[in-house]
Nanobody, 120 residues
């Protein structure tokens, strides 16, 4: 059993900051790519940022320069530091991880989502 538990969402004014966390627990051998996605009302889920186990990062153009993804491999946790937030960043943010189980089988998992609301 593998669980992804997110925290850190909330309501913030435009220009403010939030930090999301996602802790992965369970029968884990290793975690490859970890990432954050978001889904706004009436829109499809979209990539926000990803990070490999080696620390290579990838960002959506809309968040470059404002958001920073990082991870703590010892804690199986990924973070998303969000600065200069805009109302258009309002969405449910989902954590995602490619987990190698103890069986050495690699599976993709999603968190339950955390709401981020940016007021203008």
């Amino acid at each position: 059993q593998v669980q992804l538990v997110e925290s850190g969402g909330g309501l913030v004014q435009a220009g403010g900051s939030l930090r999301l966390s996602c802790a992965v627990s369970g029968s884990i051998l290793s975690i490859n790519v970890m990432g954050w996605y978001r889904q706004a009302p009436g829109k499809q889920r979209e990539l926000v940022a990803t990070i490999t186990d080696g620390g290579s990062t990838n960002y959506a153009d809309s968040v470059k320069g404002r958001f920073t993804i990082s991870r703590d491999n010892a804690k199986n946790t990924v973070y998303l530091q969000m600065n200069s937030l805009k109302p258009e960043d309002t969405a449910v943010y989902y954590c995602n991880a490619d987990v190698v189980r103890l069986s050495r089988r690699s599976l993709n998992y999603w968190g339950q989502g955390t709401q981020v609301t940016v007021s203008s």
